[in-house]
């Protein structure tokens, strides 16, 4: 399977490979990638949750000797997830920004494909061996001419009794009809001339054969005599000056006529099969290239799979040739093709709702779901494993997870667990917590040797999100967004030490998260700030005005800035009084 598209964003290298993107070395060289992997991947900006437990359950599923699972991201990283992957040693995980299936997804690579030179008989050889019914025409440099179909061969050879001479006619070499046949060559004079033949076979009576061999349109010299072992056929044959004299049935012919044919010009050759096939085979020695369809149809390897089956459904084209930027073949793609499984999987974590996953995770296959929010509009077209489970993080489901299997992760692995545990409960602060929480990350300090108040300071101490990043990353650094009661809408969400930051830039974080509304297409946009000293929040929110209204926390500045004492939870907390809204403006319509 081609990898989906692993085109890092701009501030990162792209990722060309499983573990690639690092900020910090590998332990231990890279695995090769499986030839079918399946991704283990967050939500879209992803926090410190979202990596981590990407990278501890693809780790797990070694460890229960299932291989093949490759931890993935589809955001940027940020200070925060920086320092956890460095503390414990890990590479960022593979970059996905897209993993919608494409061209390159279904294509066959390995074309086979012909020569502008090429005859019906290798064509029609290669078309029966590989079961195909279109090949493409190539130059030297793999440049595509054309393509020739079944089709098109199936009417060269199509019996047009109207037109008797056109039955007999072929344009080729003498070269090209001795290779047809597999034939033992005896004699051929100017081999390689290409030349209108016309074959004819010559069963009747010597007498009949010497009249009608002299008469009609059709030259002496451009004729081909198909004959068994008749040796008076084969003498008025040399006599009469013909082309060639092909011998059937891997018969005799004496040495006598075989000189007398080399001294007047005359090809002599032998053929396996009988007459019959002989003069049939004859014909496929033509060339392709009067048949070659010129008008083909052509792809990009990165063109949507959506788009071609469209394309597809509204034209003839057998099918379509696939071009690199260079122009040269890469592949070819039919109409059967199109409706091949694509091969790509995923293994959703820390979210599972569509608005939230890597852009095509809908049209791709996703085989598991490990959570611990809200069940948002997910369907799948066949069972899958989905555990969601209402803990402070997904890391916790993981470790868990471990745990049961009675697997012990590697220090790292712990480690890295330990830090997504952390980051979304804020050390077990947030009223999102749990006793499993707590339970998990005492576990996973002992394995890693880790005391978690250390980590938590070495984690919340990394850099202010605010200072670090424009406000347009602030914004989409841990956003997510919802659908909710007919309104699209985004909530962001930062931890800071104090609101110190907030306060100098936001003026400028309030321009971005306007200009999210409208790109995005927004009802409106939130960011929460969460001080992690004071366990206090902030809301910066932008757009919708009626809602906005009912905001019912203390406003501080211009109805965009609210105070939220005691809020630090987007998701037990925020989310539940933003749809308790949604759901009174909606009742309101009705």
Excluded at 31 to 36: G, I, L, R, V, Y
Excluded at 175 to 181: D, E, G, K, Q
Excluded at 256 to 276: F, N, T
Excluded at 296 to 318: Q, T, W, Y
């Amino acid at each position: 399977m081609t990898p989906p598209n692993t085109s890092g964003p701009a501030s990162e290298p792209a990722a060309p490979a499983a573990n690639a993107n690092t900020d910090a070395p590998p332990a231990s060289s890279p695995k090769s990638e499986p030839a079918t992997p399946t991704y283990v991947i967050g939500h879209r900006n992803p926090d410190t949750d979202a990596i981590c437990s990407a990278i501890a359950y693809a780790a797990c599923k070694e460890a229960r000797g299932e291989h093949g699972y490759i931890p993935a991201r589809c955001g940027n990283s940020n200070a925060r997830i920086d320092t956890v992957l460095r503390k414990f040693h890990t590479p960022l995980p593979l970059y996905l920004s897209d993993v919608t299936p494409r061209v390159r997804d279904v294509m066959v690579r390995n074309v086979i494909s012909l020569p502008e030179n090429a005859t019906c008989a290798e064509a029609l050889e290669l078309i029966d061996e590989h079961d195909v019914r279109v090949l493409p025409v190539i130059t030297g440099d793999s440049r595509v001419l054309g393509s020739i179909s079944i089709f098109q061969l199936g009417g060269y050879f199509t019996p047009r009794l109207r037109s008797p001479r056109d039955m007999r006619r072929v344009e080729t070499t003498l070269s090209h009809v001795a290779r047809a046949l597999n034939a033992n060559i005896l004699h051929l004079h100017d081999p390689d001339r290409m030349e209108d033949l016309y074959v004819r076979i010559g069963a009747m009576d010597i007498r009949s054969f010497g009249k009608r061999a002299g008469q009609g349109s059709i030259p002496i010299a451009k004729t081909i005599i198909i004959v068994g072992d008749r040796w008076d056929i084969q003498q008025r044959s040399i006599q009469l000056g013909v082309r060639a004299l092909i011998l059937t049935g891997n018969l005799p012919i004496d040495a006598e006529v075989v000189e007398q044919a080399r001294a007047a010009g005359v090809s002599v050759i032998i053929s396996p099969y009988d007459s019959a096939t002989t003069a049939w085979v004859v014909r496929t020695a033509a060339t392709i290239e009067p048949l070659i369809d010129r008008t083909f149809a052509s792809v990009s390897a990165d063109l949507p799979l959506g788009e071609l089956r469209r394309r597809i459904a509204a034209s003839n084209a057998p099918a379509y040739m696939v071009l690199g930027d260079d122009t040269r073949l890469q592949g070819i793609v039919t109409k059967t093709d199109v409706i091949k499984p694509v091969q790509t999987r995923l293994v959703l974590v820390d979210h599972n709702e569509m608005s939230q996953a890597v852009p095509g995770a809908h049209e791709v296959t996703i085989t598991e779901v490990i959570d611990h929010h809200r069940l948002g509009s997910l369907n799948t077209q066949q069972p899958i494993l989905f555990i969601n489970e209402p803990v402070g993080s997904t890391c916790t489901i993981v470790a868990d997870l471990f745990r049961r299997d009675d697997l012990r992760p590697a220090p790292d692995i712990a480690g890295l667990m330990m830090s997504g545990i952390i980051t979304d409960t804020l050390h077990l602060n947030s009223p999102t917590t749990t006793n499993k929480d707590r339970e998990m990350l005492a576990w996973l300090s002992g394995i890693a040797g880790v005391n978690p108040r250390d980590l938590a300071g070495d984690i919340f101490n990394s850099g202010s999100v605010i200072l670090a990043n424009p406000p347009e990353t602030v914004i989409r650094a841990d956003m997510k967004i919802y659908d909710e009661n007919e309104t699209h809408f985004a909530v962001s969400q930062v931890e800071e030490l104090g609101f110190g930051n907030f306060w100098k830039h936001s003026k400028d974080l309030s321009v971005a998260l306007g200009e999210l509304l409208e790109k995005e297409n927004l009802g409106f946009a939130c960011l929460l700030v969460t001080d992690i000293n004071t366990q206090n929040s902030l809301l910066l929110l932008r757009g919708d005005k009626n809602f906005i209204d009912r905001i019912s926390y203390p406003h501080l500045e211009k109805n965009e800035i609210f105070e939220l004492p005691g809020i630090v939870s987007r998701k037990k907390q925020l989310l539940p009084y933003i749809t308790s809204i949604l759901r009174e403006m909606q009742a309101e319509k009705m």
